[in-house]
């Protein structure tokens, strides 16, 4: 059974940062796709990161290039993403997916099949 779990998620200021990670049991970790989305009430879930399994390229929203890193250990099954100079409009749930294949149309959600639980980050200004 393949199950995701995030964790990291808080509350923190303007400019400051946070590390969420994504941990994966069950899953064929050595390929296929790993995204970090992220959702606000009332808002469509938006990709914000990706990362092809076991190494290799990685894809960022242009919203967050520069200040998010996406970056995995395959030693622990664990993804992460450093989010640094954090803004308010980065306050959302934020979920990690899998899914097999390559990350092309990564942030296209349904194309996902498996989903954590999701991890609230919250950014005041």
């Known amino acids: 059974q393949v199950q995701l779990v995030e964790s990291g998620g808080g509350s923190v200021q303007s400019g400051g940062s946070l590390r969420l990670s994504c941990a994966v049991s069950?899953?064929?970790?050595?390929?296929?796709?790993i995204t970090w989305f992220r959702q606000v009430p009332g808002k469509m879930r938006e990709g914000v990161a990706a990362a092809y399994a076991g190494g290799g390229s990685t894809y960022y929203a242009d919203s967050v290039k520069g200040r998010f890193t996406i970056s995995q250990d395959n030693a622990k099954n664990t993804v992460y993403l450093q989010m640094n100079s954090l803004k308010p409009e980065d306050t959302a749930m934020y979920y990690c997916?899998?899914?097999?294949?390559?990350?092309?149309?990564?942030?296209?959600?349904?194309?996902?099949?498996?989903w954590g639980q999701g991890t609230q980050v919250t950014v005041s200004s």
């Open positions: 069950g899953y064929t970790y050595s390929s296929g796709c």
């Open positions: 997916a899998a899914r097999s294949g390559t990350c092309g149309n990564w942030r296209v959600s349904w194309t996902y099949n498996y």
